[in-house]
C-alpha cells in the first residue's frame, strides 16, 4: 500500500484537530503551548506532502522557515511562561483573567 | 498718491494692534501717544489726499489682492478716494486724533486704558474701511466692524451691574452694548438683502459697476434696493424706529460718545446715502420717504431733548435730530448739502461731548444737570467751548452749523415741502433751547453740587488744547461753503436753487435766526438764574412722556424683547431640551447600552477568546467553502 497525498493531508487535518481541540479544550497554558505547535506541525506535514507532490521546493522551505520561527516563539514563549508562573504561581486560563472589561 | 492712501488706512489698524499687544498690562502712557500719532498720521495722510485731489481732480484707486474668486466671480478687495471719500476720511481722522489725544486725559485713571486705545482704533480703521471701500462688500465689512467697535466700546466698562430703568434709562453699559449691537444686526439684515440684490442683478458688487447699470434696471427693483439700503442706514444712524440704542450707548465712556457720534459710527448711514446718490436721484419716491422720516426724528429727538436732565443723553438726541436733518437734505436730493451738514455737525458735536467729558470729570461722573450749576467759574475754558459748540449747534451765525442747516432749509423751501421746511424750521428753535438749556443749568445759576460734596476743576491744558481746533472749526468751517461746493460737485450732482429762493435768502437767515435766538432766550428767562422747579409742569403727561422717550424703550421691552424671551424660554425648555438634547442623549444612552452588554464578551480568559477565534474561523471558512460551491 502505497502512501499517496490525500492520506498525508488527512493525516495533516487529523493534527490540526487534534491541535485546535487543545487550544480550546485545554486550561494549561503550557498545553495550549503544545497545541499550537502541533497545528503548527499539521501545516508541515501539509506544505511538505504537497511540495513534493507539486515537484516544487518552495514548500519544504516554508515548512522549514516555520520550523525555525516555531522554535523562537517557544524560546520567547517558556520566557513568558516561566514569568507568568513566577508571578501568579499559576498557569490556568480561569485564574488569569487581569484585562477584563 | 496710492501710498498716502495705503498710511491713511493701516495708520489706525497698526495704531490698534500695536495697543493691542499690551490690553491686559497695566497702564503704559506710552500706548497713548503713540495710537495718537498713529491716528494723526493717517489725517496728515488724508488731508494730502484731500489736497491732492483738488489740485488734479484725479480719483486715487488702489488694489490690494483678488479676494474672491470662484468661477466667474472675481471680487477684488479695493479702496478707492474720490471727493466724497476724501471729505469723510479728513473728517474722521480729524475728529478720531483728537479724540485719541483728549481720552489721553480722559481715561488717565482707567486701568483697561491700553485696551481702551486698541478698541478706539480700531474703531476709526473698521470707519475707514467704510468709507474708502470701492465696492459694497468693502462697506460691509467696515460696517459690521464699526458695529463691533462700538459694542465693545460701548460695554467698556462691562462690569457695572445692571440696575432698574428708574435709577439709570439705560440700565448698564453691557446691556447698551447688547442693544446697540443687535439693533444694528437688525438693520444689517436690510443692508445684506440690498446688496444682494445688487449682486444678483448687476453681478458686480463694486460702485461704479452698479452706477453704470442703473439705467437698465426696472424700476421696482431700484425701489427694492433703495429700500433695503435705506434699512442698512437708518440702523446705524439710529433713525425711528432703532434710535433707541443711540441715546442708551452714552453708557460708554465719553470719548467714545464724541467718535460715534461725530466721525465713526451714525455717519455712516449718511454717507450711504450720500454714496448711493446715483440710486436714489432715480427713486424721488423713496428720496421723499427719507426725508419725511428723517424729518419726522429731527423733530422727534429734539423733543425728548427738551426734558431731559441726562448731559450725555440731551447731546445724544441733538446728534439724533441733527442727523434727522441730514436724511431730510439727503432724501431730497441735495446730497452735498447733506455733506456738508455731517462735516460741519462733526466739529461740532465732537467739541461738545469733548466738554460735558470735562464736565464730568469736574463733578466726578454725576450726570444730572440739575446737580450742576454755576461751573463758568471754575472751568472758563470748557464753558468758552460748549458755548461755542452750543452756538454751532443752534445755527447761530457765523458758526458753522448756521449755513449747513440754513442750506438745509432753504431746500426744503426750494423743494416746495413746505411741510418738512417748517417742521426743520421749529425744530431749529427747539434745538436751540434745548442746547442753552444746558449749558445754562451746567454753568450758570446757583451752585447745586455742593450738596454732593464735589470740587469742581478744570480739564488739563492738554486736553483743552485738543478741542481748540474743533472749536476753531465749528466757528470757521461755514466759511468754506464756497470753496467745499465748488469741490464736492465735482463728484456729486450739484444742487442749484431756484430764482425764486434765491430772491428769499434774507427772508430765510432771518427767519431761521430768529427762532433760534428765541430759543436761546427762552432757555435764558427760564434757567440762566437758577433752578426753578415747577412740580405742576413735571407731572404733566407731556413732559413725563417725554422725560420717557415715548415709552419707547418699555413698549420694545414689553412688545418684543419680553416675548422674544418667553418664545426663547419655550425653545430652550421645549425643544432644545425635549428634542435636540433628548435625541443626542439617546444617542450616547445607546451606545453606553450597548457598550455595557458588550463589554460582558471581553471576561478576561483566554480560553474563552480562543473559542471563538476558532468559531469565527470555522464560519468564514463554512463562508468560502459555500461561495466556492454555490459558484
Known amino acids: ?101 | 498718491m496710492q501710498s498716502y492712501l495705503y498710511i491713511a488706512l493701516f495708520a489706525p489698524l497698526v495704531s490698534s494692534l500695536f495697543a493691542a499687544i499690551f490690553a491686559q498690562q497695566k497702564k503704559i502712557q506710552l500706548v497713548g501717544i503713540i495710537t495718537s500719532i498713529l491716528i494723526a498720521l493717517s489725517f496728515f495722510a488724508s488731508v494730502e489726499l484731500l489736497v491732492y485731489l483738488m489740485q488734479t481732480n484725479k480719483i486715487v484707486h488702489a488694489t490690494l489682492f483678488d479676494w474672491i474668486v470662484i468661477g466667474d466671480m472675481n471680487v477684488k478687495f479695493g479702496f478707492t478716494v474720490d471727493h466724497v471719500t476724501a471729505v469723510m476720511m479728513v473728517v474722521v481722522t480729524l475728529v478720531s486724533a483728537l479724540v485719541h489725544i483728549y481720552s489721553n486725559y480722559y481715561m488717565e485713571h482707567d486701568k483697561s486704558f491700553n485696551r481702551f486705545f486698541s478698541y478706539l482704533s480700531a474703531f476709526v480703521f473698521s470707519m475707514l474701511v467704510l468709507v474708502m471701500s470701492d465696492s459694497f462688500l468693502g462697506l460691509f465689512i467696515g460696517w459690521e466692524g464699526v458695529g463691533v467697535c462700538s459694542w465693545l466700546l460701548i460695554g467698556f466698562w462691562y462690569y457695572k451691574k445692571d440696575e432698574t430703568r428708574d435709577v439709570n434709562p439705560s440700565i448698564s453699559p453691557s446691556w447698551a452694548a447688547n442693544e446697540a449691537f443687535i439693533m444694528n444686526r437688525i438693520a444689517d439684515l436690510g443692508l445684506l438683502i440690498g446688496i444682494f440684490l445688487i449682486f444678483w442683478n448687476v453681478g458686480s458688487l463694486k460702485y461704479n459697476d452698479f452706477f453704470a447699470a442703473i439705467p437698465n434696471l426696472n424700476h421696482g427693483l431700484l425701489v427694492a434696493i433703495g429700500i433695503a439700503l435705506f434699512i442698512g442706514a437708518m440702523g446705524k444712524s439710529a433713525q425711528f424706529p432703532l434710535h433707541t440704542w443711540l441715546a442708551d450707548a452714552m453708557e460708554g465712556p465719553t470719548p467714545v460718545s464724541a467718535l460715534i457720534h461725530a466721525a465713526t459710527m451714525v455717519t455712516a448711514g449718511v454717507y450711504l446715502v450720500i454714496r448711493a446718490n446715483p440710486l436714489y436721484s432715480q427713486i424721488p419716491g423713496v428720496g421723499y420717504f427719507i426725508a419725511v422720516l428723517g424729518t419726522f426724528v429731527a423733530i422727534f429727538a429734539a423733543s425728548m431733548a427738551l426734558v431731559n436732565r441726562d448731559l450725555k443723553r440731551v447731546i445724544a438726541y441733538s446728534t439724533l435730530s441733527q442727523l434727522g436733518y441730514m436724511f431730510a437734505a439727503a432724501g431730497l436730493g441735495a446730497y452735498w448739502v447733506a455733506l456738508f451738514h455731517l462735516a460741519a455737525h462733526a466739529f461740532f458735536k465732537a467739541l461738545l461731548f469733548l466738554s460735558a467729558g470735562n464736565v464730568m470729570h469736574a463733578m466726578h461722573d454725576e450726570l444730572d444737570m440739575f446737580k450742576m450749576g454755576g461751573l463758568k467759574k471754575y472751568m472758563a475754558k470748557t464753558y468758552l467751548m460748549m458755548g461755542i459748540a452750543s452756538l454751532a449747534l443752534s445755527g447761530i451765525y457765523p458758526f458753522a452749523g448756521f449755513f449747513s442747516k440754513d442750506t438745509i432749509l432753504e431746500v426744503a423751501f426750494n423743494e416746495e415741502t413746505y411741510g418738512i421746511w417748517f417742521v426743520l424750521w421749529f425744530t431749529a428753535g427747539l434745538t436751540a433751547f434745548y442746547s442753552f438749556r444746558q449749558v445754562f443749568l451746567v454753568f450758570h445759576g446757583d451752585e447745586r453740587f455742593h450738596e454732593l460734596g464735589i470740587h469742581p476743576h478744570e480739564a488739563k491744558p492738554y486736553a483743552l488744547w485738543a478741542m481748540a481746533p474743533l472749536a476753531v472749526l465749528a466757528v470757521i468751517a461755514g466759511f468754506f461753503k464756497e470753496e467745499f461746493v465748488e469741490f464736492i460737485t465735482k463728484f456729486l450732482p450739484p444742487y442749484e436753487m431756484s430764482e425764486h429762493t434765491e430772491h428769499l435768502v434774507w427772508f430765510f437767515i432771518i427767519v431761521t435766526m430768529g427762532i433760534a435766538l428765541t430759543g436761546i432766550f427762552i432757555a435764558y428767562k427760564k434757567y440762566a438764574n437758577g433752578l426753578r422747579r415747577d412740580p405742576k409742569v413735571e407731572n404733566s403727561f407731556l413732559y413725563k412722556l417725554l422725560f420717557n422717550q415715548y415709552y419707547i424703550p418699555i413698549f420694545y421691552e414689553k412688545a418684543f424683547a419680553k416675548p422674544y424671551k418667553e418664545l426663547s424660554d419655550i425653545a430652550w425648555k421645549e425643544i432644545d431640551q425635549e428634542i435636540v438634547d433628548a435625541t443626542v442623549d439617546g444617542i450616547a444612552k445607546a451606545v453606553e447600552v450597548t457598550g455595557d452588554v458588550s463589554r460582558r464578551a471581553q471576561n478576561g480568559n483566554l480560553s474563552t477568546y480562543l473559542k471563538w477565534m476558532a468559531f469565527g474561523l470555522i464560519f468564514i471558512s463554512l463562508i468560502a467553502l459555500i461561495s466556492v460551491v454555490v459558484k
Open chain 1, 1 to 101: 500500500m502505497s502512501v499517496g497525498l490525500s492520506e498525508y493531508l488527512i493525516l495533516a487535518v487529523i493534527l490540526f484537530v487534534i491541535g485546535l481541540t487543545g487550544v480550546i479544550r485545554r486550561k494549561n497554558l503550557l498545553m495550549l503551548f503544545f497545541a499550537t505547535e502541533i497545528m503548527l506541525n499539521a501545516a508541515n506535514v501539509a506544505l511538505a506532502a504537497l511540495s513534493s507532490y507539486m515537484g516544487d521546493l518552495t514548500g519544504q522551505m516554508f515548512a522549514l522557515f516555520i520550523i525555525a520561527i516555531a522554535a523562537s516563539e517557544v524560546a520567547v514563549g517558556l520566557g513568558l511562561l516561566i514569568l507568568v508562573y513566577k508571578k501568579y504561581g499559576t498557569l490556568d486560563l480561569d485564574d488569569l483573567n487581569l484585562l477584563k472589561g
